[in-house]
């Protein structure tokens, strides 16, 4: 129909992008997201290549496609070459990118769109891209939220900056007090303090480090004894009693700089800001001193961003710390000691005591260390009162979020229904002229399906014939649809729905389908889902439905295949659900099909069905009466006409077929009436062998040899 010239809409768009992600090699590759939608999921270990097939991540040909194609993983290897197709779009000599982590791309990037999507990775890396063998690779990995997250140890990850000769300080490893580190290590793996943390060259090794260690408390300092870097963590881990104590009799000088202040204005809430790495989001956990809030009367906020901090618990344990710490209740001191204090290391615990400033015994922590002059041997300490150690709990738990995000996964569409289009489905999607000169035995297919899930958006429309390629059609929208709660006999008319999809959607003179009878809602009370219909509708009949029956409301926005196809043909049809995740992968959606029977070009079947003056009765007596009402498919156009309106035409060379039956054997027909009403006289029926009892009565109109899709189909006893 129409004009055959081609016409361009759009283009795909196809290219070979290649991505550096960071240092190599990693120890996976678990997810990539493209335009905020997860385009892949897996884990990849090593050197490979990767098949990604989301051409509708974005909509499909119709929107802005999707990404389609193979993704190449370089991790970097001492031996790694480039993969062909990288080395034939760069040509000449190429480099194998060794020591870096890159990913070649080569495929569908997007459709109707030249912008390419922005790509975001997730990857793992702890025992992996180490220069030489990983330093104690049993206490790498700290796996949190059930494995979901693999975070990596603070102590090793300090423990690289100091030693790497690539990046870092490139220290020999034997300039490490390998047990200090161990112990540090074991106990923050014991702890499930684990960070996710990423270090760029715009920040100093030395500020990254720093970075590290006020994440976990811990202290790194280079032993005046053995010239070794050591590694502490500030925590509640000895026992009071076996701390060396200082006094004005035991080596303590002086107690300089007592800041003792009141602890009033002091902060007494405290927000941690970390970085959720599955979502790829920052999120805030707050905790407050409430003792401290009802004295100030108000509330003294300070927010701390600890971006390297995975979890919620964990982010509840750091603010319970740094709460304590910050809270103003905490003493400070510089403490002189004559040379007996030449043991204390930064961040070690020890006591003190004097009686003059009414310190009768207080734990307190080093800080920073002056060792002194030539001239003068006291070492002079910086100190607080030790009450850093991390909480084994936050003083809230991590609650359960009410709000639980919805699963965006496209799902199958299990309520489905192909049909095919009548002439009032045409006409009410096509102008008058172009109307008049549709070929009238072509035949199209539309489609019918129900909301699998709450986040399903639409569904794309695939059809073929026989064995050939799938062919994308069409884009739907989801019906409204439910079950009958009650049977309906044929002059039903009183309905109520339950197990709805989108009965919001409903309202007064729309179209639905139940079995092959289209009806027209007349009144709807959306309250109680309940209302009345005007019965046997376009070109349909009344017909009989059993409770639980499913009824389609069908609205504008069905999926059409707009192919012509000829009487007979079989078409097969699948739809693929889209959600903002992506669309169904076409191996999981079902497949239908239908058997095209012209029904555009076929007449309607009679309306208004009356026998002996009663609309479907159970019994008649004597000579049986059948009268109708004209229809006419192009004077009704795309209006709903049921089939109780009066006469309207008929089409120009209608006529009328009566057939009777006794059981399964025709006994009678009249054909070619022009009429609205034809008797079966006893005459004729005694002629045929009757009186029958039941009597089957049939009645379909034909034009140019063409019958209705419908007939009227009736046993009546007689009496």
């Known amino acids: 129909m129409g004009s055959g010239k081609k016409v361009t809409i759009g283009y795909k768009y196809y290219m070979g992008i290649h991505m550096g992600l ?23 270990t090593a050197s490979g290549t990767v098949s990604i097939n989301k051409p509708g991540l974005f909509g499909g040909d119709k929107k802005e496609g999707g990404v389609d194609g193979t993704l190449h993983v370089m991790m970097g290897e001492p031996a790694q070459t480039a993969p062909a197709p990288l080395a034939t779009m760069l040509g000449g000599d190429v480099p194998g990118f060794r020591g870096m982590c890159t990913l070649f791309f080569d495929g569908l990037v997007s459709a109707m769109t030249p912008y390419v999507k922005p790509w975001k990775m997730r990857i793992r890396r702890s025992t992996a891209g180490w220069d030489g063998p990983a330093w104690y690779p049993e206490r790498a990995v700290i796996q949190l939220v059930a494995g979901s997250i693999h975070s990596m140890n603070p102590a090793h990850i300090v423990y690289e900056c100091l030693t790497n000769r690539q990046w870092s300080r490139g220290m020999p490893r034997d300039r490490i007090n390998d047990a200090s580190f161990r112990a540090a290590a074991d106990r923050l793996y014991t702890e499930g303090f684990g960070l996710c943390l990423r270090w760029t060259r715009q920040e100093s090794v030395s500020n990254f480090i720093q970075t590290v260690l006020d994440h976990i408390g811990g202290t790194l300092y280079q ?3 053995d010239g070794l870097f050591h590694l502490t963590l500030v925590r509640d881990d000895y026992t009071v009693s076996a701390l060396p104590l200082f006094d004005e009799d035991s080596g303590l000088l002086s107690i300089d700089d007592d800041d003792n202040a009141a602890a009033s204005g002091a902060t007494n809430e405290i927000i941690v800001q970390y970085h959720d790495p599955v979502s790829d989001q920052d999120r805030m956990w707050r905790e407050r001193n409430l003792a401290a809030v009802h004295a100030d009367g108000q509330i003294l906020s300070q927010t701390l961003r600890y971006p390297g901090i995975p979890t919620a618990e964990l982010a509840g344990r750091v603010a319970m710390r740094e709460l304590r710490t910050r809270g103003g209740r905490v003493k400070r001191f510089k403490v002189r000691l004559d040379r007996r204090g030449y043991r204390i290391n930064p961040g070690d615990a020890f006591r003190i005591r004097s009686l003059k400033r009414g310190i009768a015994d207080m734990v307190v922590r080093a800080g920073r260390i002056e060792d002194g002059t030539l001239t003068s041997a006291n ?5 607080v009162q030790d009450i850093f150690g991390l909480p084994a709990l936050a003083m809230s738990a991590p609650q359960p979020p009410n709000w639980v995000a919805p699963d965006s996964t ?10 095919e289009l009548s002439w009032r489905d045409l006409a009410a999607t096509t102008d008058p002229a172009n109307l008049e000169i549709i070929d009238p035995t072509a035949c199209r297919l539309a489609a019918l399906a129900v909301r699998p899930t709450s986040m399903s958006l639409g569904y794309v429309l695939e059809t073929r014939v026989g064995s050939g390629a799938w062919a994308e059609q069409d884009t739907g929208d989801w019906v409204a649809s439910g079950l009958l709660v009650g049977a309906l006999g044929r002059t039903t008319t009183a309905f109520a729905l339950t197990a709805g999809a989108d009965l919001d959607a409903v309202s007064v003179g729309a179209l639905a389908q ?13 309250s109680t889902q309940s209302g009345t219909l005007a019965r046997g509708c376009v070109d349909t009949v009344p017909a009989e439905h059993a409770a ?3 009824m389609w409301l069908v609205p504008d926005g069905i999926a059409i295949d707009g192919t012509d196809y000829a009487p007979s043909v079989t078409v097969q049809a699948r739809l693929l659900t889209q959600t903002s995740s992506g669309t169904l992968a076409a191996a999981l959606a079902g497949t239908d099909s239908l058997t095209m029977a012209r029904r555009a070009d076929r007449p309607y079947p009679p309306g208004r069905l009356r026998i002996n003056g009663a609309a479907y009765p159970a019994t008649v007596t004597g000579a049986v009466t059948v009268s109708w009402a004209h229809r006419d498919r192009k004077l009704q156009a795309d209006q709903v006409i049921d089939t109780e309106q009066t006469s309207i035409g008929p089409e120009p060379g209608t006529t009328y ?21 034809q008797t079966y ?21 034909v034009r140019d040899g063409l019958y209705s899709s419908q007939a009227h189909d009736i046993t009546v006893g007689r009496s």
Request: proline share 4%; charged share 20%.
């Open 681 to 701: 006289t006893t005459e004729h029926e005694t002629a045929d062998g009757g009186p029958f009892n039941p009597l089957r009565i049939v009645l379909d109109s």
């Open 410 to 419: 496209p799902a199958a569409v299990v309520h489905r229904r192909l049909v």
């Open 514 to 526: 139940i079995g092959t009878e289209l009806v027209r809602v007349a009144t709807w009370n959306a």
């Open 379 to 383: 070492i002079t300490i910086s100190v």
């Open 657 to 677: 077929r009566l057939r009777l039956y006794s059981g399964a054997t025709l006994k009678r027909t009249y054909a070619g009436i022009t009429g609205t009403s």
């Open 223 to 225: 032993s005046r004894f």
């Open 548 to 550: 639980g029956a499913r």
């Open 22 to 44: 960071c240092r190599g090699p990693i120890n996976a590759l678990v997810a990539i997201d493209a335009g905020g939608k997860r385009a892949w999921e897996g884990s990849v």
